[in-house]
Structures are given as C-alpha cells and as structure tokens.
C-alpha cells in the first residue's frame, strides 16, 4: 500500500528537502506541499493524506491549530527543530502522533512515516524521557478517566503502550495479531478520550495504572 503524504513547512528549501527524500521511496507518495497551516488543513481535505509532515512555528495557522484541525482526517507527524517547548507540548495535546527533530537522518524519517502509518506513535528517541516528564510537570493535571471502562486485555495493551511499544511489539508481547492490536489501541483511545497514542503513553506515565 502506497502511503500518501502532506508535507507542511514555511520554508521552501525544508520542503523540497523533504520532499526529495520521501520521493525516492517506493511505497510513500508527496501528494502536496503546503507553505503554513491554512494550506495544509485545506490541501489534506482536498488529498485526503495519510501523514501530515508539520512544521510548528508557520504564519497565519500554527502546526498546533492545524493538528487540532485534522484530527479524524490524517496522522500528523510534527517536524521541529525544539526538542522541547511549549509548541510540541501543545501539539501532542492536539492529537499529533508524535514528533521528531529536523536533524532526523533520511532513514529515520522514512521509518517513522511507515510507523505513524501504520497506527503507532513516535517521538525522538533522544528526546523521549525528557518529554514526557517535562509534559507531565508543566501540562495542567487534567482528571482521570475511569479505567474500569477497559477491558482486562485493553487494559494490558495501554500498559504496552505506556512503555513505547508498537503495534507489532504489543502484537508479539500479548500473542494477538497485529490487526487486533491496532482495534484494542483505538478502543482504548476512544473509551479514555485521548486523541493519540502519544497521548495515551503520557496517560499511562501519570498515573499507577496496571493491566
């Protein structure tokens, strides 16, 4: 399957950059560039992407807005040369599925389009602990949903999801397939109110919640 993709940038030399780089590959298409937000929330109603490649710091319409904007119509992936800061905080509260430095390698980014495609989430590696406990002091404490809505095994695969794992990861941990995964992590996505799986790993890491 051939995963279609939005590039969102202010600069145009970033753009094309990344461009490049995902037009090589043979199961990613760019099917269009966007120079802010405004452009990016109304070329991805008309592309229907499956990844937004987001800028955050763009005129007229933030990545943040625009995240919030395509929620339910593609995964964003926000793109940032801050590895931590108020933008990216917002932007996970938004709903983006994670997000990565743009000193990322070409390798790097094209593995995580493929992840982010296929349902998982993903944050810089070498920003992954500082974010979350960072997130976790400055995002106002918001209430807890009540678990008890879960399942015993939705419950395990939010544990899973906690420690970083990916779908396929999950998949192996809890012997199912990795189709079922993907339904669990929507179910739980959905009966906690959480835009993200991002969102759900920050979920787990603020409370002592168990299988």
Known sequence: MTIRVLVADDHAAVRAGIVMILD?????????????????????GETRPD????????????????TRELAGVADVLILTTFDIDEYVFGALRAGAAGFLLKNTDADSLIDAVRLVAKGDGL???????????????????REQADTTVLTPREREVLACV???????????ELDMAEATTKTHV?????????????????YYSEGDIGP
Do not use: C, H, W, Y
């Open 123 to 141: 944050i810089s590696p070498g920003v992954t602990r500082r974010l979350i406990s960072a997130f976790a002091e400055q995002a106002p404490r």
């Open 162 to 172: 906690g420690r970083g794992m990916s779908n396929a990861e999950i998949a192996r």
């Open 51 to 66: 990844v937004v490649l987001m800028d955050v710091r763009m005129p007229r319409m933030d990545g943040i807005s625009a």
């Open 186 to 202: 929507s179910r739980v996505l959905n009966k906690l109110n959480l835009r993200s799986r991002v969102q759900a790993a920050i």
């Open 24 to 44: 090589g590959v043979d199961d990613i298409e760019v099917v269009g560039e966007a120079a802010d937000g405004v452009e990016a929330v109304a070329l991805a």
